[in-house]
Structure formats: C-alpha cells, structure tokens
C-alpha cells in the first residue's frame, strides 16, 4: 500500500475553519495556509479560528501559542448573515461574494440565507448596496473552534471547492463560446472579397483584431489549465 505524505500547507488547511472570510489577509483559507507553510504570513491571522485555532496550528508547527493579531480582527461568537426582505431588491450581488452558496435568489427577486450554510465571513455585507444584510452572532458565549465544529469546516470547504470548480468551469465555457464566435467572425472576414486596396487594408485590420483576440484566449485556457494542475 502506497502511502502518500501530506505538505505541510495541506494540514495546516486542513485545522482552519474553511470559513473562507479573507480577514487573514488571503484569498482563502488554502492560500491563507500555503503562505503560513512558507513563513511568508503568522499563524494568528484567523480571527475565526480564534485563541483555539492558533493553538493547533502552534502546536503542528512546533512553535508558542501566541494573541491573535488584532489588525485581523477580533475573536468574536459566530454570527450568522440575514436578509431584512423588505429591503433586498436581489441584485445578486450577495450571492456573487459568498464563498460557499449560502445565499439562494434570482435577479431582481428576495435573496434568502441559508443558516445551516452560512460560515458567517460577512463577505455579503459590503457589497450590498441597500444595506439590507445584518450579521447575528449564533454561539452565545462561544468564539472560536468553541462555536464551529470540524463536521461544519469540512462541508463549508467541500462547497467553497464546489463552487470555485463551477465558476472556473463557466469561464473556461463562456470562453470557448467567444473563442467559436470570433473564429466564425474570422472565417467571415477570410471569406470577403475586397474591392479595393482600402478594403483590403480593412480586412487585415479586422483580421488581426480577430486573431489577437483568439491568442489571448487561448493564452488564457492554457495558464488556467497550469493553474488547476498546479492545485491538483
């Protein structure tokens, strides 16, 4: 039986919340543990993990257990985001910023928060133009790992993985649509029969706009390609 050693930003990720909150400093909680794995950021950068979760990563690392750095925030009682429905206008723009698919709504109809989804990151909250959104604490007396458990970090990070794979999956297919629509518009452009040198200067501008366009697609899927085997 092969067995296959994990790095040590894989089990650092694997004692964050997975609230996915940014308040670290970092895109996630997976870029936030590769810089922590490389001593490029301190392991009391998760407000959410709280005094707990720097104990544990202090304890992986081998290293003291030290205060939570207040320029990320303060350890507080998981709090929950809620819609006031009277004021939502569904923009979507809530939906958009959250990093697990806690909210569910369509275009210019009510949002709504799934509770038992919600990581509480309050990413929702500044992007909502009405300020319809408020965030309830939850865990009355409780912060930290104290009012989050690992069964609720391994949904959260199963479905902000879920979601990050769907958007780059939508990308790579709205790509390929503009990338069919431009070579079609090329062949168009290939196909006309200019009349003088004028429009045939045109066609060439027209068909090196089109072939510049299809290049920096294709640039594109190739480092998105790099980009997921790397995380692979």
């Given at each position: 039986?092969?067995?296959?050693?994990?790095s040590?930003?894989?089990?650092?990720?694997?004692?964050?919340?997975?609230?996915?909150?940014?308040?670290?400093?970092?895109?996630?909680?997976?870029?936030?543990?590769?810089?922590?794995?490389?001593?490029?950021?301190?392991?009391?950068?998760?407000?959410?993990?709280?005094?707990?979760?720097?104990?544990?990563i202090?304890?992986?690392?081998?290293?003291?257990?030290?205060?939570?750095?207040?320029?990320?925030?303060?350890?507080?009682?998981?709090?929950?985001?809620?819609?006031?429905?009277?004021?939502?206008?569904?923009?979507?723009l809530?939906i958009?910023?959250?990093?697990?698919?806690?909210?569910?709504?369509?275009?210019?109809?009510?949002?709504?928060?799934?509770?038992?989804?919600?990581?509480?990151?309050?990413?929702?909250?500044?992007?909502?133009?009405?300020d319809?959104?408020?965030?309830?604490?939850?865990?009355?007396?409780?912060?930290?790992?104290?009012?989050?458990?690992?069964?609720?970090?391994?949904?959260?990070?199963?479905?902000?993985?879920?979601?990050?794979?769907?958007?780059?999956?939508?990308?790579?297919?709205?790509?390929a649509r503009?990338?069919?629509?431009?070579?079609?518009?090329?062949?168009?452009?290939?196909?006309?029969?200019?009349?003088?040198?004028?429009?045939?200067?045109?066609?060439?501008?027209?068909?090196?706009?089109i072939?510049?366009?299809?290049?920096?697609?294709?640039?594109?899927?190739?480092?998105?390609?790099?980009?997921a085997?790397?995380?692979?």
């Amino acid at each position: 039986m092969t067995v296959f050693s994990r790095s040590l930003a894989d089990q650092i990720e694997d004692i964050l919340p997975q609230t996915q909150c940014t308040k670290c400093g970092f895109a996630g909680c997976r870029p936030y543990a590769e810089a922590v794995a490389a001593g490029s950021a301190s392991y009391n950068q998760c407000p959410p993990g709280g005094n707990s979760g720097i104990a544990r990563i202090a304890r992986l690392l081998d290293k003291p257990v030290i205060p939570l750095n207040p320029v990320h925030g303060t350890q507080r009682e998981r709090p929950v985001a809620l819609i006031d429905e009277g004021l939502c206008i569904g923009c979507t723009l809530c939906i958009q910023a959250c990093p697990v698919d806690a909210i569910v709504g369509a275009a210019k109809q009510m949002h709504t928060i799934l509770p038992d989804l919600c990581t509480g990151c309050d990413l929702c909250v500044a992007p909502c133009p009405v300020d319809c959104i408020a965030m309830i604490p939850v865990t009355p007396g409780r912060t930290g790992w104290d009012a989050w458990s690992q069964a609720q970090a391994d949904d959260a990070r199963r479905r902000h993985d879920f979601r990050s794979q769907r958007l780059l999956r939508e990308r790579q297919e709205n790509d390929a649509r503009l990338a069919a629509k431009a070579a079609a518009k090329l062949a168009l452009v290939n196909a006309e029969t200019p009349a003088s040198a004028a429009e045939q200067a045109e066609r060439e501008r027209k068909r090196a706009i089109i072939a510049a366009a299809i290049e920096r697609a294709r640039l594109k899927q190739e480092a998105e390609k790099r980009a997921a085997g790397d995380e692979a």
